[in-house]
């Protein structure tokens, strides 16, 4: 799908309303954006003309919108952009919409703390049913890094001789139980 992305700097100009919906929560705000432009003349910072978008974002991006965004706030809106026509009062109306993928302060104006969000465990769940996630009681580096150790143990083991049976093995600060087949 070939999707315009855009990305937006300006201020939260309304406060944002969160829903729940069927297929998830839903924040929505109204996003100013203004243009500045240096005036060479005058030799200062001018504003130029006021765009304003509606910014939708879903599930947990929503959620941790709505607890984390104030009117007036600086913010980077990244989404895609949508233009819809409506009729209201007998015109023709445009309305400039982007659905964010990402949303985060404007860090060239103030400072954040970040907090990371909890998970709650049926997304958990849902996450190692599709694979995105290991179980808990899986670590694909841990196992990934015990076998290589064990190929590596095993080819010491060979080459130094060690014999059927359990022995230790050094190597600088490392002991490592090797048992020969």
Do not use: C, I
């Not at 599930?59 to 990244?78: C, D, Q, T």
Request: charged share 25%.
């Amino acid at each position: 799908m070939n999707d315009t992305t855009v990305t937006l700097v300006g201020n939260v100009a309304t406060a944002v309303e969160y829903r729940d919906t069927a297929t998830g929560g839903v924040a929505r705000f109204r996003f100013a954006v203004t243009a500045r432009r240096w005036d060479r003349e005058r030799g200062l910072w001018s504003d130029g003309n006021t765009s304003f978008y509606t910014v939708s974002a879903w599930r947990s991006l929503g959620a941790n919108l709505a607890a984390s965004v104030s009117v007036g706030e600086p913010l980077v809106v990244h989404g895609r952009l949508r233009v819809r026509e409506d009729e209201r009062d007998g015109q023709r109306k445009t309305f400039v919409d982007v659905d964010a993928l990402a949303v985060g302060h404007d860090l060239t104006r103030g400072t954040a703390a970040f907090r990371r969000a909890a998970r709650t465990e049926s997304k958990q769940r849902t996450e190692q049913a599709e694979g995105l996630v290991p179980a808990p009681d899986r670590d694909p580096w841990t196992e990934a890094a015990t076998a290589a150790m064990e190929e590596a143990v095993a080819a010491a083991a060979g080459e130094r001789g060690v014999a059927e049976g359990s022995t230790e093995w050094s190597a600088g600060e490392s002991t490592l139980l090797v048992t020969a087949p």
